[in-house]
């Protein structure tokens, strides 16, 4: 799909977190929430989201993360409502994480950290025809963040962790089908903050509407520690790096709102 095939995220590596040159640059993420700051916004909708497991292909890993990418050339996996007033189309879905519990997701909740960040990543199909194109926009992007917490067996993920040895290596890709990434999301997906902001890895552009659930989902410490067991480096390298803390460091709000769709 377009929405990962030309940005192979393979130059970037880990250490890259420094202040790189942003032109701009005053609406970089991920952010901390502080949750009392926030402005409740009663126009703000339930989000609405229509995902076809059937438009699942593959799952691969980009030297960063690994991504599980959907078919985006026509609008069978959308979002749309919650801040949005146009449609958005499901491109990919990927994940953030510490090498511990203790720490690996990129936005916080009054500096709570949790131990990892799911992304669903959307671009707006009402306004732009490519992924390629929407990612240099304002407003091209719409990326629904959700929580992850260590406690029971995820059920839905498992199908996805069985998967994860095959791709151990950067480069790495695996026919995925039939994955229906609804299963991620918290029951609750009425409760969220927005604010405008980026993608927090190359090439950061400003792009991003977030949505960041209010409620996590649960996963189970060996779930998580398959997740661990992925490597940024590919085969041929001769030191085999693990994949853990792909995460960046957190942005200054430079005056934004964070708005809610809760009191
Ligand atoms: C331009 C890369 C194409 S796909 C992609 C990705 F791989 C990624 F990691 C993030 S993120 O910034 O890390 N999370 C929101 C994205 F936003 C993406 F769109
Ligand atoms: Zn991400």
């Known amino acids: 799909t377009a929405c990962s095939s030309k940005y192979v995220l393979s130059q970037m590596h880990p250490m890259w977190q420094g202040p790189l040159a942003v032109p701009g640059g005053d609406r970089q993420s991920p952010i901390d929430i502080v949750v009392r700051k926030s402005i409740f916004d009663s126009e703000l909708k339930p989000l609405v989201t229509k995902y076809?497991?059937?438009t699942?292909?593959?799952?691969?890993?980009?030297?960063?993360?690994?991504?599980v990418e959907y078919d985006d050339t026509t609008d069978k996996s959308t979002l749309q409502g919650g801040p949005l007033q146009d449609k958005f189309r499901l491109c990919q879905f990927h994940f953030h994480w510490g090498e511990t519990n203790s720490w690996g997701s990129e936005h916080t909740l009054d500096k709570r950290l949790f131990p990892?960040?799911?992304h669903l990543?959307?671009?707006?199909?009402d306004k732009y025809s490519l992924f390629e194109e929407a990612v240099m926009e304002d407003n091209?992007?719409?990326v629904i963040g959700v929580f992850l917490k260590v406690g029971k067996r995820h059920?839905?993920?498992?199908?996805?962790?069985?998967?994860?040895p095959a791709i151990r290596h950067k480069g790495s890709v695996v026919e995925f089908t039939r994955f229906d990434p609804g299963c991620l999301l918290p029951s609750n997906t009425e409760d969220y903050w927005t604010y405008h902001g980026s993608l927090t890895t190359p090439?950061?552009?400003?792009s991003v509407t977030w949505i960041i659930m209010?409620?996590?989902i649960e996963v189970s410490h060996d779930q998580l520690a398959v997740f661990r067991s992925l490597l940024f480096t590919s085969a041929e390298e001769d030191v085999q790096k693990s994949m853990v803390n792909n995460f960046r460091v957190q942005q200054p709000l430079r005056g934004r709102a964070v708005r809610s769709s809760f009191t």
């Open 140 to 142: 091209g992007l719409a």
């Open 214 to 216: 209010k409620q996590h």
């Open 116 to 118: 990892a960040e799911l």
């Open 52 to 54: 076809d497991p059937q």
């Open 203 to 206: 090439p950061l552009t400003e």
């Open 155 to 164: 059920e839905g993920l498992q199908k996805l962790v069985d998967a994860l």
């Open 56 to 67: 699942c292909q593959q799952i691969w890993n980009n030297g960063y993360s690994f991504l």
């Open 121 to 125: 990543v959307h671009w707006n199909s």
